[in-house]
């Protein structure tokens, strides 16, 4: 996405306003960290740390159920909706260790019956075997990182299972699980825009429920950054992602989210979940919550060191840094994450999550609209085409000045 300068402008009544005022708290998430990979991917800026050896499974549930209970105050008697293991690489746990977790999450804070429990899984057989013990422990959503179906991009990727482990992994998915997700990325390392519509084409095959399709980005503190590799040039990149986006709308799905498509009524709950900017809390190294309350919206990030989180958590002290979020930053905060939808949202949800009078987000709005980066009338705001590819440049108008 292009960036530039523009100018910033939130309303003058987000400066008088002392804190937000909620009469109803958002939707409440759980994220689960786990940290651990085989292998650190050159392009990953996640927190994820390559296993040495066999990782210290139940030393890791028990600081993960102690961290839960140091945050029970935090969200006593709030409901969970959705639960979600993220890594690092979270298939590299045991069934029994996510049964485990699972377990405890369920004595400690209101599970919705419905509850969407999604877990991240890579391609390999070692990891594949395990998919019957997930779906037993209750998990009814797989997330799976092909990245590829193409030996030469896994290998320019770093990625440790190659295109018949791939197929192997979604057969097994797809068997087992009636929602499932998979991964893809694209202008990678010398593809091509035909190359990346083979992927998608592959991946359709498969009749997935949902797809997530990410731009390769080089990301500070990667390998790629210090060693950058050869990749499809802007113009490329673009035409890439319009022909993924024709493939896919013609194949029936849905494009709600910059990366995501589903099929009718398979969004992916949890993620709909920070884009409407609800709440969550993070558990395991280096998870980040954010957690509003009557008058106020917390942030908070855990220790990210595997082993430094977990002695800090078992003494009680799991959480390295809180803040709570300046009235003046929270107008950018929601479009950060509600412009990233397609199809925007209501001007009700600005008051609704943001605790703020829509006045709050006035002034940004109208700059918007003049640029020509969002559609609204008097209910509802879209990014346009032209606001959807340069997101950035339309999120930087609601910076505080």
Not at 69 to 90: I, K
Not at 296 to 309: F, K, S, T
Not at 310 to 322: D, T
Request: proline residues 6%; contains cysteine.
């Amino acid at each position: 996405m292009a960036t530039g300068t523009v100018e910033r402008g939130v309303g003058v009544e987000t400066r008088l306003l002392r804190r937000p005022q909620f009469t109803v708290l958002p939707p409440l998430s759980l994220y689960v960290h786990v940290p651990w990979c085989v292998r650190k991917c050159p392009y990953c800026d996640f927190n994820s740390h390559e296993a040495r050896g066999e990782i210290p499974e139940t030393a890791y549930i028990n600081a993960l159920v102690a961290d839960l209970d140091q945050a029970l105050p935090l969200v006593w008697g709030r409901r969970v909706y959705t639960v979600f293991f993220g890594g690092g690489t979270p298939s590299l746990l045991s069934a029994e260790a996510v049964d485990s977790i699972l377990s405890a999450i369920r004595a400690r804070v209101p599970l919705a019956i419905d509850a969407e429990i999604t877990l991240e899984a890579n391609p390999g057989t070692f990891e594949a075997h395990k998919f019957a013990g997930f779906r037993e422990a209750g998990v009814n959503r797989l997330s799976i990182g092909i990245q590829s179906f193409e030996p030469r991009h896994l290998k320019a990727l770093g990625r440790i299972h190659d295109d018949v482990q791939a197929a192997r992994a979604v057969e097994i998915a797809r068997s087992l699980f009636a929602n499932f997700n998979l991964d893809l990325m694209y202008a990678l390392p010398q593809q091509t825009c035909a190359e990346a519509c083979v992927d998608v084409e592959r991946a359709l095959g498969y009749h997935p429920p949902h797809l997530s399709i990410y731009h390769l980005t080089i990301e500070p503190n990667t390998y790629f950054h210090s060693h950058p590799p050869v990749v499809p040039g802007n113009d490329e990149a673009a035409e890439m992602q319009d022909s993924i986006e024709s493939l896919m709308v013609r194949a029936g799905y849905e494009h709600y989210e910059t990366s995501a498509y589903s099929l009718p009524g398979l969004r992916s709950r949890h993620n709909l979940n920070y884009w409407t900017f609800g709440d969550y809390l993070g558990i395991g190294a280096g998870a980040h919550s954010k957690l509003s309350f009557p008058d106020r919206v917390l942030r908070q990030a855990r220790y990210r060191q595997p082993r430094e989180y977990m002695s800090q958590v078992i003494e009680g002290r799991g959480v390295q840094a809180e803040h709570e979020v300046a009235v003046r930053d929270i107008p950018f905060e929601f479009m950060m994450n509600a412009l990233r939808l397609t199809d925007g949202f209501p001007l009700s949800l600005f008051e609704e999550r943001a605790g703020l009078p829509l006045t709050a987000a006035m002034k940004g709005l109208d700059e918007a609209e003049r640029r020509g980066l969002i559609v609204r009338d008097h209910r509802h705001v879209a990014p346009t085409d032209l606001g959807r590819r340069f997101l950035n440049d339309l999120l930087q108008i609601f910076l505080p000045g």
